[in-house]
């Protein structure tokens, strides 16, 4: 029954190691998005897909790469973390440009 | 720019009420109110679309003046459950925004029995 699911829950990795976070939606919408949420609860959206095309590309460093294989999927691959990269990345969805479903987060803590 | 809420922090007793205010230097095309619990995702409450909008869900309710690029959530009665974290996400005017919303710094409201 979860809507926006995302993995995995908890990363911790070292410097220069490159990962990957998983994310799927099963309400049918047709836009989903990764967000950075940092230590002081500040939300930055990152990217964004609309039927699997980029539609937003904040700016954010060129390590940060998404791909969304389908509509209901878009993942997100990090190269050579950084310590700055520490954050909580949620993924969220949504019909079109209304309200956004949040999946739980991913914590990612580099170290 | 990110819009900016006010107060930062509020807390209440059981039963009182608040009001959070988000303003924006930029003409806007939506207002979005989130509510996100210590450790949790953030939660949907509403979405205002229009200048002068305001809705209601149960005791909590926001109204949105496009002209002043300012939107309030009033919270009336507030329970327990209503502690966390809002946040409010502005879309700006212009039809080129695609949904990216730009969120606040966030207001911390506390409920105490």
């Known amino acids: 029954d979860t809507a926006v699911s995302q993995t995995p829950k908890y990363l911790v990795t070292q410097m220069g190691n490159d990962k990957s976070i998983k994310c799927e939606q099963n309400?049918?919408?047709?836009?989903m998005y990764w967000y950075k949420q940092d230590s002081k609860k500040f939300l930055k959206i990152m990217f964004s897909?609309?039927?699997?095309?980029?539609?937003i590309n904040e700016t954010v460093p060129n390590r940060f790469s998404p791909k969304s294989p389908d509509k209901a999927h878009l993942n997100l691959h990090i190269n050579s973390l950084e310590l700055g990269d520490s954050a909580v990345y949620f993924c969220?969805?949504?019909?079109?440009?209304?309200?956004?479903?949040f999946g739980p987060g991913t914590r990612l803590t580099v170290t | 720019q990110q819009p900016v809420q006010s107060p930062q922090a509020v807390i209440l007793r059981e039963g009182e009420d608040a009001v959070i205010n988000c303003s924006s230097s930029?003409?806007?095309?939506?207002v979005h109110w989130y509510r996100q619990k210590h450790g949790e995702a953030p939660v949907f409450l509403m979405i205002?679309?229009?200048?002068?909008e305001q809705k209601g869900h149960e005791k909590i309710s926001a109204s949105f003046n496009e002209k002043k690029q300012q939107s309030s959530l009033y919270l009336t009665a507030s329970q327990l459950s209503y502690s966390g974290t809002y946040f409010c996400?502005?879309?700006?005017?212009?039809?080129?925004?695609?949904?990216?919303?730009?969120f606040g710094q966030g207001t911390i409201l506390t409920v105490h029995p």
């Open positions: 969220a969805s949504s019909r079109h440009t209304g309200e956004q479903y």
């Open positions: 309400l049918g919408h047709d836009t």
């Open positions: 897909y609309n039927n699997k095309e980029l539609i």
């Open positions: 930029k003409a806007l095309y939506s």
């Open positions: 205002l679309l229009k200048g002068g």
């Open positions: 996400g502005t879309e700006d005017a212009g039809g080129t925004s695609y949904g990216k919303l730009t």
